[in-house]
């Protein structure tokens, strides 16, 4: 656990940095910073829910299943989003 606690630690944020570039296109220039920092942050309140939830959830199935089942969750709602926001190639972001 010691040994391979920091490369996952340290490789795990590297999941978000691909945000930054993609929040930034579905925003108009006046509200971007508020945009981009109320949708991650959103997502990073409704995330910190999960730990209790699993757990609520553990009571009635085995732990893995539990974080199975929340993990399938949110890779769907990832893969959800990621089908239905929309495409800003050769739009102007100058709004």
Do not use: K
């Not at 997502?43 to 199975?68: E, K, N």
């Not at 929340?70 to 102007?92: D, H, K, N, Q, S």
């Amino acid at each position: 656990m010691l040994m391979l606690g920091f490369p996952l630690g340290f490789c795990a944020s590297g999941i978000f940095s691909g945000m930054g570039a993609f929040l930034t296109e579905l925003f108009p220039t006046r509200i971007r910073g508020s945009g981009q920092g109320f949708c991650y942050n959103f997502g990073r309140a409704i995330g910190a829910t999960f730990p209790f939830l699993i757990g609520y959830v553990s009571q009635t199935m085995t732990l893995g299943h539990a974080i199975g089942t929340f993990a399938a969750a949110a890779y769907g709602i990832v893969i959800l989003a990621a089908l239905t926001l929309p495409e800003t190639r050769g739009r102007a972001l100058d709004q």
